[in-house]
């Protein structure tokens, strides 16, 4: 995938990690992550072991669920970034109904969301700068790293317009 974008998603109290492929105007959410919500699981290896067993189950059923996952290298938590199935919203919803939760309509509701608010930032980029203004701030990033961290942005993308 080109032009990728990392970022970081809140669902309740989870963290989830998605790319966005600016090419196909997609984006893609860590599995892992979103097992973790629906088997309501703090502990990552806990919640890669439930995906794992899930899988297999899934390869044994037939099921092209997992044949639409990719490997997509994202950031974990010791900062470092490895290959994790990801997978684009449509896939995400099938692999919602395979795991009974009752975190599985409040979830579906927040991709609704997220997929709104991008239509959104896309018809007025303004508020993804506002998005991401409050997002920092929520992550404890003062005034000042903000304004730094957008002016690298704008002077990284004019070097690269021009």
């Not at 790293?145 to 317009?161: C, D, L, S």
């Amino acid at each position: 995938m080109k032009d990728k974008r990392n970022s970081l998603a809140i669902f309740e109290h989870f963290r989830i990690r998605r790319q966005y492929d600016e090419k196909t105007e997609t984006w893609f959410f860590s599995v892992i992550d979103i097992v973790a919500v629906l088997i309501e699981q703090k502990d990552f290896k806990k919640a890669k072991s439930y995906w794992t067993t899930l899988k297999n189950r899934l390869k044994q059923e037939g099921s092209q669920l997992v044949t639409n996952c990719d490997q997509l290298k994202m950031q974990s938590a010791d900062g470092k970034y490895y290959k994790t199935d990801a997978a684009g919203v449509e896939t995400i919803l099938r692999l919602i109904q395979s795991i009974p939760s009752k975190k599985a309509e409040p979830i579906k509701l927040w991709l609704a969301k997220v997929g709104y608010e991008r239509m959104q930032e896309m018809t007025d980029p303004e508020k993804a700068l506002n998005r991401s203004r409050d997002y920092w701030q929520k992550m404890g990033r003062n005034t000042k790293w903000i304004q730094q961290r957008m002016m690298g942005q704008e002077v990284k993308n004019g070097a690269i317009y021009r």
